[in-house]
């Protein structure tokens, strides 16, 4: 009895002192985390729709949301939209630019993924992202050579990845007019 | 050097018991994380934390902890210190929490942590813990900075971040994927086992 008292106690101090320990913290970091969050998506959001100067956000569901970027005057120059959906190894999380007519993508940022390194992964860099700037929508992934406006050169040895990016966008941009209706 | 002594304790961790190389422990952070320096020195600063603030903890109140329910005590001491790094790390530097990924909150089931509250805080005095948990990290950091360094430089051709290596230099992509941490881990061992044993013939020699 007496054992089970000194364990019960024991416990209970331990869990009280690292709740609360626990809790001091969340408080005094969770503004910054926020904060970070919204800033770097913002960067991006801004990033992708040229002449954006300011971006509101509009969430769709848990993966996707958009952005509505303004000019320094207040009009409205572009939409951006981020979407998340399985790629090769796991989720991408890409945000693109739209035009206002929603006809063409005016440029791709990833924001996480787990492809493989080297291959998959190449989908982070610039000059592959670059062909989505001017892309027509909704696009498409194709090996060698692009032979309509609406293709994009997939990564060489990188096919699954890249058509998982263009998935993502068409995806997104569908729940973006869907959202939009 | 005897056992004991605060220079034994410390110096124990980054060579004769080192937790990579010798006890084989903490394999997880060890082969994921250890593709780039940055990465590598950025986990084990996050170990540095929880490990110093779990042995400390654990050594204090060694003695008001019942030895049926000290396990579950260990693990709430571990992941409370392990939720603030997670959280510190995500508020001020949210580059690097984002490439390590899940492997902060993953501390939490390291082995090293919980086998030096259960094998050392738990029994020592406060300052011994301390030397202890700051020489295991050391010596969990060197074997991490190191593997980085390997990774880096064969997988990308650059150190820290900096180019060392030219256009010339294809890189080899399979050691950033899981078979080069193994196989770098695997030469470290080897090289590690390697050093001791001639270390140990010139010893028998000389006496």
Redesign the interface.
Known sequence: MKLAFRMITVLTGIGLFAGGSLALTYNATIKKIEDNERKAKELAAREVIPGATKVEETVIDRACSYFRGYDDAGNLVGYAVLNAEPGFQGNIKLIFGVTPDFKHATGLIVLDNVETPGLGNRIVEEPWRAQFTGLELPGEAVKGAKSKDNQIVAVTGATISSRAVVRIVNDGLAKFQEALK | MKKGSTIYEFFKGLWAENPVLVMVLGMCPTLAVS?TVINGFAMSLAVLFVLLGSNLMVSI?RK???S??RL??FI??I??FV??AD??L???F?DIS?ALGPFVPLIIVNCIIIARAEAFASRRGIWLSAVDAVGMSIGFMWVLVLLGVIRELL?FGSIAGFRVLGDWFP?W?VM??PPGAFVSLGILVGLKNQIMTSLDKRKGRAS
Request: charged fraction near 5%; hydrophobic fraction near 50%.
């Open positions: 593709n109140i008001i902890i019942p049926q329910v579950p005590v709430i001491v992941s409370t939720t603030i959280l510190f995500r508020a001020q949210p984002k997988g890189p992509v950033l994927l």
